[in-house]
Nanobody, 116 residues
Framework: QVQFVESGGGSVQFGGSLRLSCAAS????????MGWYRQAPGKQRELVAY???????KYGDSVKGRFTISRDNTKNTLYLQMNSLKPEDTAVYYC??????????WGQGTQVTVSS
């Protein structure tokens, strides 16, 4: 059974930090391109950060310089280190793993709330 399970969300104050994790099972994790997406109330889901199977990364413009995506293939886990958090970072954060359009999986999401 394929599972992507996020953890690490919570409530922090402006300027704080959080580290999200996404544990994958049932897939050859190292072969997957992985990403973090977020969706705020009333808004479309947007890309936060993306990492290829080879380790190349891409970030959304709003998080560049503040967030860092990484992966540990020995632990089948994806991470998102979020620093200098702002109220506009408040959203549900989703983990995504894909190797093809057919094999494209989402986690259940974890809430991040940043207060001013």
């Amino acid at each position: 059974q394929v599972q992507f399970v996020e953890s690490g969300g919570g409530s922090v104050q402006f300027g704080g930090s959080l580290r999200l994790s996404c544990a994958a099972s049932g897939v050859a994790f190292s072969d997957f391109a992985m990403g973090w997406y977020r969706q705020a109330p009333g808004k479309q889901r947007e890309l936060v950060a993306y990492i290829t199977s080879g380790g190349s990364t891409k970030y959304g413009d709003s998080v560049k310089g503040r967030f860092t995506i990484s992966r540990d293939n020995t632990k089948n886990t994806l991470y998102l280190q979020m620093n200098s958090l702002k109220p506009e970072d408040t959203a549900v954060y989703y983990c995504n793993g894909a190797i093809s359009p057919t094999y494209d999986y989402w986690g259940q999401g974890t809430q991040v709330t940043v207060s001013s």
